[in-house]
């Protein structure tokens, strides 16, 4: 069988790269359709060497697609991921729109695939930086059982979007040039105040919490966390707690994971054994040589890279990790496409009788 295939959010940062992991991709593609606001409709851009005009995304625009790959922000997939669904379409959606939902499953493949099984027609794609870190704790998890997780993150301007990241280039210009910087959409483009995001750190990703202390960027990496390796957002068995910073950087997150595990006679060799190979994991940790995870070599990769792997020698079975990803790769395009996969591989890509409809 091949697929018809729409991607929503096609122009957009993680959009263009949906294309380009499409096209690398183990999928039957029969067609693809380009799908995004009015503003882009027209735009011509390729999908395997073939001209495919963008769309302007409506309801009618799902008739007759298979999957729906989506990334064009959360109210836009609350809007048309239902009406793809009702017009019988599977969607994997990479905005947080419906990851919290009991229906929905929410997935990384090396983690949590058997939860695709319990699909109504949409599986949320997690947050990038709660999928780098999953990743990377699943295995340990598998060995020696998790009690606690404390993860920072230096998170990549592109994950706020491609707007985001033109606004980081031209303000490193305008500080380079010794000119006033106009800063309209960092930390976040919904929020009332905005700021210098060259040369600078923020540390507000997406909104504040009603509670006034968390980001819900911290909460989508605490809850997600659990949702996904525990099936339960508010289980206590893992403590997570997160502190989420923007760096002035376009590609690629990185994080320092601290986390004790349940076995104390866990050894930073066994650890670093578990973390060695794998499934999506990549261990570059050699300090004789200097080898660690950087963000620049980590842009344009599927997987994700850990190391600085070391013991805290104040604390019985805790350890420190430093993890790095493509945050549009891994942490969106590429974990959405390998969901895909999967859907396929599995004979998933359709919509039960008892849709999710939002
Ligand atoms: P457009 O190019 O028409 O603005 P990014 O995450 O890089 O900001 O990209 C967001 C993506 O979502 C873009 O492809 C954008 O298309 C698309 N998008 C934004 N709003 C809508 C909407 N209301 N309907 C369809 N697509 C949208």
Not at 3 to 22: E, K, P, Y
Not at 100 to 125: D, F, Q, T, W
Not at 207 to 232: P, R
Not at 300 to 305: A, L, N, P, Q, S
Request: charged fraction near 25%; include cysteine.
């Amino acid at each position: 069988k091949e697929f018809n295939v729409a991607i929503l959010g096609a122009t957009g940062a993680v959009g263009t790269r949906m294309i380009q992991q499409l096209e690398q991709s183990t999928i039957p593609v029969k067609s693809v359709k380009l799908l995004a606001s009015s503003r882009s409709a027209g735009k011509v851009l390729q999908f395997k060497g073939q001209d495919v005009t963008v769309e302007e995304t409506t309801p009618d625009s799902f008739n007759g697609i298979d999957l729906v790959l989506s990334s064009a922000g959360g109210s836009t997939s609350k809007k048309f991921l239902p009406e793809a669904v009702k017009r019988g379409a599977v969607c994997v959606d990479n905005t947080s729109a419906f990851r919290m939902e009991k229906e929905v499953p929410l997935v990384i493949p090396e983690v949590n695939e058997k939860a695709l099984y319990n699909h109504r027609g949409i599986i949320s794609n997690p947050n990038c930086s709660t999928i780098q870190m999953v990743v990377c704790l699943e295995p340990i998890y598998k060995k020696f059982g998790l009690k606690q997780v404390i993860v920072s993150t230096y998170q990549a301007v592109s994950g706020a979007g491609q707007s985001a990241l033109n606004e980081l280039m031209e303000e490193s210009q305008q500080v380079l040039n010794g000119e006033p910087t106009d800063p309209k959409i960092l930390p976040t483009k919904g929020d009332k105040k905005h700021y210098q995001m060259a040369f600078n750190l923020l540390p507000q990703i997406d909104v504040f919490e009603q509670d006034g202390y968390y980001t819900h960027e911290e909460w989508k990496m605490i809850h997600e966390t659990k949702k996904i390796m525990l099936d339960d957002m508010d289980a206590k068995d893992i403590k997570v707690t997160a502190t989420c910073v923007r760096v002035p950087i376009r590609i690629a997150h990185g994080e320092t994971v601290y986390f004790e595990v349940a076995d104390k006679s866990a050894t930073t060799d066994q650890i670093k054994d578990a973390l060695d190979g794998a499934d999506g994991v990549v261990l570059q940790d050699d300090t004789a040589h200097q080898i660690y995870p950087q963000s620049i070599n980590a842009e344009g990769k599927r997987e994700t890279f850990v190391g600085r792997v070391r013991p805290d020698y104040e604390n019985e079975g805790a350890f420190n990790m430093w993890v790095v990803s493509d945050n549009l790769l891994k942490g969106a395009a590429w974990n959405a496409v390998q969901i895909a996969e999967r859907l396929v591989a599995d004979d998933l890509v359709r919509v039960p009788d008892n849709p999710y409809l939002g």
